[in-house]
Structures are given as structure tokens and as C-alpha cells.
């Protein structure tokens, strides 16, 4: 079992649809969780990062992490083309000297 | 600007030699990081370090060496040993140890030809 799965899609949305990307875990010792969001040929961007279970919000993004489920997501409110790209999820253990996990992306496409 | 900065952009190799990709961040940050990107297999680490004058061998190490004489600067020497080096690769660099948060740089493209 791979330790962070995530589908790789790709995932069709019409713009302003709620956009929910998910990924799933197998290491009960990940605490730290992270969304980034990659466009074609350019690094990563860190988009949300959230520590243990709950939810954080931060204008049409939203984190959700459940630990007992090892199942986080994040949902995109009034998707926008420019929304178009290669979502990662990312996780590492407690502070120290954890290195982060990633999930292999899901690529979203928002048509106009 | 704070930032990380990776070059080239893009970068040609023949078989049989050896390139350096240079990363640099003046952003103070303590950790730096290299990833390689392949279409459909998601970022594998291939060195990390934490303090200057010491590194870490990440998942896939073999055919890579990095140096770390100084806190701003990582770079990642592809060796001709690496058999497969054809990839986009990645510096992060991350403020504390702990590697959490971390922010990437552009990118270089290396083709070998």
C-alpha cells in the first residue's frame, strides 16, 4: 500500500462549480498536512497547510483533514479557469526532522 | 524579492557528463530540499539538509551528489551515473527543521540527449 494516494484524474469542472480534491493516508504519525497547487512547467505553490484534524478556510479554499479516517480534502468554492492545474497533497510527521510525503497530483480542468 | 531561485531553466546534456543546477534562497530559511518530477510519479526526494556542511540521502540518492558550504545556496550535481536523468527538478526550502512548509523554487528542465 502506497503511503499517500491521490487520483490522478483528470478532473472536469464547469466554471463556478465546488471542486473536491482528496487524498488518503496510511501513516497514523503524519500530524502536518498540505494542499499546493502546480501549474505546467512551474514549481509547486504552497496553497493551505493545516496541523492535525479540522478545517481551515481561506477564501474559496478550503482544508479538511480527518485523522481517525487518515482522509483529507480540500474544496474549491466558485472554481475559476485560472483554477486549471495540478493539485498536491503533502504531509509529514511530528516537528523535527520529517520530510514531507506527496501525493502523485490531480489535475483539474475548469472550462469557461 | 525574497524567493528561491533555480537555473537554468532548461538545461542539455550529453550522456557521460556531469551538470550542476544551482538553487539559491535568500529567504533565511534553515532546510533546502531537492525533488525530481517524472510525468505520473509525483515528487521523489533525492537530498535534503538542514544545517550548512551537512546532508541527507533522500528516497532516490544514487547518482546525485549536493554540497551545502552555505545557508543560501544547494546545489545538486547530476552525476553520469544517474541512468535515468531526464526530469524536472525541484529545490524547496522550508524555515525550520521540521520540514513542514515548504516553498519551491521554478524548476529546471534537464534533457539529456
Known amino acids: 500500500q502506497k503511503e499517500v494516494e491521490q487520483d490522478p484524474g483528470p478532473l472536469s469542472v464547469p466554471e463556478g462549480a465546488i471542486v473536491s480534491l482528496n487524498c488518503t493516508y496510511s501513516?497514523?504519525?503524519?500530524?502536518?498536512f498540505m494542499w499546493y497547487r502546480q501549474y505546467s512547467r512551474k514549481g509547486p505553490e504552497l496553497l493551505m497547510y493545516?496541523?492535525?484534524?479540522g478545517n481551515k478556510e481561506d477564501g474559496r479554499f478550503t482544508a479538511q483533514v480527518d485523522k481517525s479516517s487518515k482522509y483529507i480534502s480540500l474544496f474549491i468554492r466558485d472554481s475559476q479557469p485560472s483554477d486549471s492545474a495540478t493539485y498536491l497533497c503533502?504531509?509529514?510527521?511530528?516537528?523535527?526532522?520529517?520530510?514531507?510525503?506527496f501525493g502523485k497530483g490531480t489535475m483539474l480542468l475548469v472550462s469557461p | 524579492d525574497g524567493g528561491i531561485t533555480q537555473s537554468p531553466k532548461y538545461l542539455f546534456r550529453k550522456e557521460g557528463q556531469n551538470v550542476t543546477l544551482s538553487c539559491e534562497q535568500n529567504?533565511?530559511?534553515?532546510?533546502m530540499y531537492w525533488y525530481r518530477q517524472d510525468p505520473g510519479q509525483g515528487l521523489r526526494l533525492i537530498y535534503y539538509?538542514?544545517?550548512?556542511?551537512?546532508?541527507q540521502k533522500g528516497d532516490i540518492a544514487e547518482g546525485y551528489s549536493v554540497s551545502r558550504e552555505k545557508k543560501e545556496s544547494f546545489p545538486l550535481t547530476v552525476t553520469s551515473a544517474q541512468k535515468n536523468p531526464t526530469a524536472f527538478y525541484l529545490c524547496?526550502?522550508?524555515?525550520?527543521?521540521?520540514?513542514?512548509?515548504?516553498?519551491f523554487g521554478p524548476g529546471t528542465r534537464l534533457t539529456v540527449l
Open positions: 524547496a526550502s522550508t524555515p525550520g527543521t521540521g520540514g513542514t512548509e515548504q516553498f
Open positions: 501513516n497514523s504519525a503524519f500530524q502536518y
Open positions: 493545516t496541523y492535525s484534524s
Open positions: 503533502a504531509m509529514s510527521g511530528a516537528s523535527g526532522y520529517s520530510t514531507l510525503t
Open positions: 529567504l533565511n530559511h534553515d532546510a
Open positions: 539538509s538542514q544545517i550548512v556542511n551537512d546532508f
